[in-house]
């Protein structure tokens, strides 16, 4: 499975941005996936999850209520929509095909994509 990850940008706080990950492979709708990201200096950190029919979701708490999973089977890809975005939220984002028992470990997932930045300023 190949992950490439997109949409990233600078933005200011506030604003809105969309990232994609379109999937290679047959079993795209199989797979659980999920998005973590990770600031300069700091450890990679969960974003969100979602089953693989998108009727399971999941959030980090400092990003729920503002950003939202979802996924298009056919397309092959996983969206987060991040809204009222702040600094804090500036990082790199991978997605990632989970792989493990847990949606929020960055160690069970597998297949990462290589990132797409995204900067807030103030």
């Known amino acids: 499975v190949q992950l490439q990850a997109s949409g990233g940008g600078l933005v200011q706080a506030g604003d809105s941005l969309r990232l994609s990950c379109a999937a290679s492979?047959?079993?795209?709708?199989?797979?659980?996936m999920a998005w973590f990201r990770q600031a300069p200096g700091k450890e990679r950190e969960f974003v969100s999850a979602?089953?693989?029919?998108?009727?399971?979701?999941y959030y980090a708490d400092s990003v729920k209520g503002r950003f939202t999973i979802s996924r298009d089977n056919a397309k092959k890809t996983v969206y987060l929509q991040m809204n009222s975005l702040k600094p804090e939220d500036t990082a790199v984002y991978y997605c990632?095909?989970?792989?493990?028992?847990?949606?929020?470990?960055?160690?069970?997932?597998?297949?990462w994509g290589k990132g797409t930045q995204v900067t807030v300023s103030s």
């Open positions: 990632a095909v989970v792989t493990g028992s847990s949606v929020f470990n960055k160690d069970d997932m597998d297949y």
């Open positions: 979602i089953n693989w029919s998108g009727a399971s979701t």
């Open positions: 492979g047959r079993t795209f709708s199989s797979y659980r």
